[in-house]
């Protein structure tokens, strides 16, 4: 009852086609090599510069990712906090109900 039925093809469908065979290729090779290009020399001036504003600005915005960041995780748990609540108060009113109904009896 559980195991697979796996279909038979005894015989293809549709066209086949036979693999294909690369040919190798031959490669010119020339006399003379390409001369080497000179690399540009590397700029000595400092990558990064942080000026007191910059820093600032740098701080100011890790801490506001941080503020939103941990409102969004608060309203999950708050979210989920009420969830659970709810599921429990629904679950005392039904016991409430059923044991009414069974002292009625």
Do not use: D, Y
Request: aromatic residues 0%; contains cysteine; proline residues 12%.
């Amino acid at each position: 009852m559980f195991r697979p039925k796996i279909p038979t093809n005894p015989v293809p469908t549709g066209r086949v086609m036979r693999p294909v065979v690369a040919e190798p290729t031959t490669v010119a090779t020339s006399a003379q090599a390409p001369a080497p290009v000179p690399a540009a020399p590397a700029p000595s001036r400092p990558t990064v510069q942080l000026t007191p504003g910059t820093a600032l600005a740098l701080v100011g915005g890790g801490t506001a990712v941080v503020l939103v960041v941990g409102a969004v995780l608060v309203s999950m748990l708050l979210a989920v906090a009420i969830t659970g609540a709810s599921v429990a108060v629904c679950a005392l009113v039904i016991r409430s109900l059923l044991t009414a109904e069974v002292k009625r009896r």
